[in-house]
């Protein structure tokens, strides 16, 4: 680190900065804050702009930039220096676009803001990545199935070694004995030859994947670059990153006998029948003769709250596709799809009209029973009544995927034992519950830190010795938690990535390239560690948390509260870091009640030294001040896209982006406060079973906090409603303005100014 901070502030007066800005004034707030050097220029992300920045950083004279211009979300490859810290301040988006041109509140505004970027660049450095010993560069995948045998083939073809780990004693999963699959080439007319032998044959001609069968995960332990995996025969592989492939189940069909399954052995599954296929002859069960009129039962079970609730999308080309064959191997048989809704979307619309050009009747309703005789009764809703269909020599129910997620052994549980997988932790039982879907303020198991042989109902897939649990954290329906807009593949074990039906129903198609995406992530992790740098959603970022042991009081929180199993504990009970598994959301510095956790480039004391660095009028003035800490990911842009329509906010409020508002420590609002701030606002991401919260939890935890902060407001003698939260998307642009003159409003007209405005 460099001993001695020469700040250059540089002001753009483009895209209407200077036009509605004294710049003279804001080179004086630079002087005041003691920057060295302050310059400005027309167009400063120009070559020309650019140039006078990199001159000075080249002559010595600064090692620390300050940027007054547009937002910090864009230009940002212009304003890179490489090994020299940048701050910028938003003076486009956030002053002169949503503000009053000439207006001396405006002016105060943009002259803060600079204050804030000088005080930010004062209490930070340029951060320094954590890089330690060697990193392996082979990617481990779990699963054999198709879905396995892809990911491992990608990983190979981008020359990277990978030990493929199946438990099973040959390759290709429940799927490799099929006889067709649905088509993923043009036309999409026609059942194609299942790709999964071709694919284990190339997979064991591959000199680079080296195939482990029979075996399981005994222990994971480690980070990204650097995992430790124990297989149950006795070896152990040192491992860059893990890609999980352990594909899916078919839902319990016992479960389903007012459909027929059991009453009659002519009721099958899908599952079962494309055994059936297969074999090379469709024979009932009951007589060992070919069916000659075959009705398909879809939703079997599925958006049904006491099975699944949710759709497992594939069944009806499924569907689709065994009917064609039936009807390929007997032209003379009768097969009936009874459906709901019928979802064949995009390419597969041709194969629907494939089917019913070769004779497939396609009826609409909701199946209600079917008896031992084989007789099915749906209700139609265009006649709303019941319907009887008769003569059937064999019924097809199309049951659900289960994800082997935490199940590998096939075993079905309900959604009770389900949580139980993760049992309470006697060491802590504060620790919050470490599955998403579950609706907050309901009661959950608290999160696991026992081994995984102590989980009821079946084993873990990587036996996980993290604080945190054993397993990949997972959705209340047994799906891995990634998030389909934060972070695709990603689990919220870094390093770690899950692929096709483990993450939610695909086809094999759409499984096979989620399986490749997962392979390049996998490879994407591995070159971010060696470089000691973040993966997404803070790619690139070096820094990581430091912790100041000496003050540290063991109270666990950043270790229960990290989003991400980054901290486990030593034999001291001493948070201990694992930088690599790290995400750089500042969980664990907002939850430190003793400021013990920080970042090079991110802190509370730097939070609160850039909330002072605000000028706060007095009461005399009738010019409130507002604080808004916004979240970098969703409310922070929300506020960048409401300036770039133009539209417009109270001019009382300022704002500082932080990294995810579960890094905000209530010490900062008790700060901000104390020097007369009239309220807080803690603007973040939308929380809750559809939480859009890259860092999982923020909005929630910062929730959870705020309910903690009224003692210190009344110890204060301040209203709890100076403090808020608000949940905002980058959709919610246009309202988001209204929030905030809402919020000050209130704060004007009813819970009146600061008392300690002046103090």
Request: charged share 25%; net charge negative; aromatic share 6%.
């Amino acid at each position: 680190m460099t001993a001695e901070k020469n700040i250059g502030v540089y002001l753009c007066s483009g895209c209407s900065i200077g036009e509605q800005l004294d710049m003279s004034t804001l080179e004086g707030v630079a002087g005041e804050m003691k920057a060295p050097v302050c310059k400005s220029h027309e167009v400063l992300c120009s070559r020309e702009g650019v140039k006078l920045i990199s001159d000075d950083i080249a002559s010595g004279d600064v090692n620390r930039v300050v940027i007054g211009a547009c937002s910090p979300r864009v230009m940002t490859d212009k304003f890179w220096f490489d090994g020299t810290h940048t701050v910028r301040a938003n003076l486009r988006e956030q002053v002169v676009w949503s503000h009053p041109a000439g207006d001396e509140d405006t002016q105060a505004i943009a002259d803060d803001y600079v204050r804030m970027a000088i005080t930010q660049a004062q209490k930070t450095d340029a951060a320094e990545p954590w890089i330690e010993g060697e990193y392996s560069e082979t990617i481990m995948v779990v699963g054999g199935g198709h879905v396995g045998l892809t990911a491992a083939r990608e990983a190979s073809r981008a020359g990277y070694p990978v030990v493929l780990v199946e438990k099973a004693g040959e390759l290709g999963g429940s799927t490799k004995d099929w006889k067709k699959v649905v088509p993923s080439r043009p036309p999409y007319r026609e059942p194609e030859d299942n790709p999964v032998s071709g694919l284990i044959a190339k997979v064991k001609g591959d000199d680079r994947i080296r195939v482990v069968t029979g075996t399981t995960v005994a222990e994971t332990s480690g980070m990204p670059g650097k995992f430790e995996v124990e297989l149950s025969n006795g070896s152990t592989e040192s491992v860059g990153a893990i890609v999980v492939a352990t594909g899916w189940r078919p839902y319990d069909a016992t479960k389903l006998g007012h459909l027929g399954y059991g009453a009659s052995p002519d009721v099958v599954t899908n599952f079962e029948m494309e055994g059936m296929l297969a074999s090379g002859g469709i024979k009932r069960k009951s007589d060992g003769n070919a069916p000659k009129t075959v009705a398909f039962v879809q939703c079997a079970g599925q958006r049904d709250p006491e099975h699944l609730p949710y759709c497992s999308s594939v069944c009806c080309a499924a569907s689709i596709k065994q009917a064609m064959q039936l009807i390929e191997a007997d032209p003379d048989v009768m097969c009936t799809i009874l459906y709901e809704e019928l979802r064949t979307p995009g390419v597969t619309e041709e194969f629907y009209r494939s089917a019913q050009e070769k004779g497939v009747v396609f009826i609409k309703g909701n199946v209600e029973s079917v008896d031992g005789s084989l007789k099915v009764t749906y209700h139609d809703d265009l006649i709303g009544d019941d319907v009887p269909l008769e003569g059937i020599d064999m019924v097809v129910l199309a049951t659900g995927m289960i994800p082997n997620s935490t199940n590998p052994d096939g075993e079905d549980m309900d959604l009770e034992e389900e949580k139980q997988i993760y049992i309470k932790d006697d060491i802590n039982p504060a620790a919050p519950f470490d599955v998403a879907g579950y609706a907050e303020g309901t009661e959950a198991p608290e999160a696991c830190a026992r081994p995984a042989e102590s989980i009821p109902g079946g084993s873990s897939i990587l036996n996980l010795r993290y604080r945190q649990g054993p397993n990949i954290p997972i959705l209340a329906d047994g799906f891995s938690d990634s998030h389909y807009i934060c972070f695709p593949y990603e689990t919220r074990r870094t390093g770690i990535y899950a692929c096709g039906p483990l993450r939610r129903p695909m086809d094999s198609e759409e499984a096979a390239k989620d399986a490749a995406g997962a392979a390049m992530k996998a490879i994407q992790v591995i070159h971010g560690v060696k470089a000691g740098r973040a993966v997404h959603p803070r790619s690139g970022d070096l820094s990581y948390p430091k912790f100041n042991l000496d003050i540290c009081t063991k109270c666990r929180r950043c270790t229960v509260e990290c989003p991400f199993g980054s901290i486990d504990e030593d034999e001291e009970t001493f948070p201990q870091m694992n930088p690599s598994r790290c995400r750089r959301c500042g969980t664990c510095m907002g939850a430190c009640p003793v400021r013990a956790i920080s970042f090079d480039n991110y802190s509370v004391e730097m939070l609160t030294s850039m909330a002072k660095a605000v000028e706060i009028p007095d009461e005399f003035d009738e010019k409130p001040r507002v604080l808004i800490l916004a979240c970098q990911n969703d409310a922070y842009p929300a506020l960048d896209m409401a300036g770039i329509h133009r539209h417009q906010w109270s001019a009382h409020v300022r704002a500082i982006p932080v990294r995810c508002l579960g890094s905000v420590s209530l010490l900062c609002i008790s700060d901000a406060l104390s020097v007369g701030y009239d309220g807080i606002v803690l603007m973040g991401c939308k929380s809750g079973d559809d939480y859009q919260c890259h860092f999982i939890k923020g909005s929630a935890l910062a929730k959870e906090r705020l309910s903690k902060i009224e003692e210190t407001l009344q110890s204060m003698m301040l209203e709890k409603e100076r403090v808020a939260s608000m949940e905002v998307s980058i959709a919610d642009s246009a309202a988001v303005g209204k929030m905030i003159d809402d919020f000050v409003a209130n704060i004007v007209d009813n819970i009146g100014f600061n008392p300690f405005k002046g103090f």
